[in-house]
Nanobody
Framework: QVQVSESGGGLVQAGGSLRLSCAASGNIFRINTMSWHRQSPGKERELVAS???????NYDGSVKGRFTISRDYVANTVYLQMGSLEPEDTAVYYCHAEVRVKTSGWRLYDNDYWGQGTQVTVSS
């Protein structure tokens, strides 16, 4: 009913930049918070940045000042602009959306959705 899809990962040298995109589609009534998470081999998935329906942003301390999260509310899309990348930023990046879903009968319910992930590799 709802699909979340990321794009924009890749290989970049340390100090470089990348922009990730994530689009949600389907039976969406409203999206509350959208966020980016990442997971490195052997580590737990961690929150990188989030943006609420009202535009309030939150960043993990390790990326504050280097990454910027933004959102297109009409297109149900969230972006992560990553700059001054470090090898420690290497991970699979996942998009997460808190969605109020509408059914064909106009019943509403809340559910969480994850994208499939996109690999970001930063070489030293």
């Amino acid at each position: 009913q709802v699909q979340v899809s990321e794009s924009g990962g890749g290989l970049v040298q340390a100090g470089g930049s990348l922009r990730l995109s994530c689009a949600a589609s389907g039976n969406i009534f409203r999206i509350n918070t959208m966020s980016w998470h990442r997971q490195s081999p052997g580590k737990e998935r961690e929150l990188v940045a989030s943006i609420s329906s009202g535009g309030i942003t939150n960043y993990d301390g390790s990326v504050k000042g280097r990454f910027t999260i933004s959102r297109d509310y009409v297109a149900n899309t969230v972006y992560l602009q990553m700059g001054s990348l470090e090898p420690e930023d290497t991970a699979v990046y996942y998009c997460h959306a808190e969605v109020r879903v509408k059914t064909s009968g106009w019943r509403l319910y809340d559910n969480d959705y994850w994208g499939q992930g996109t690999q970001v590799t930063v070489s030293s």
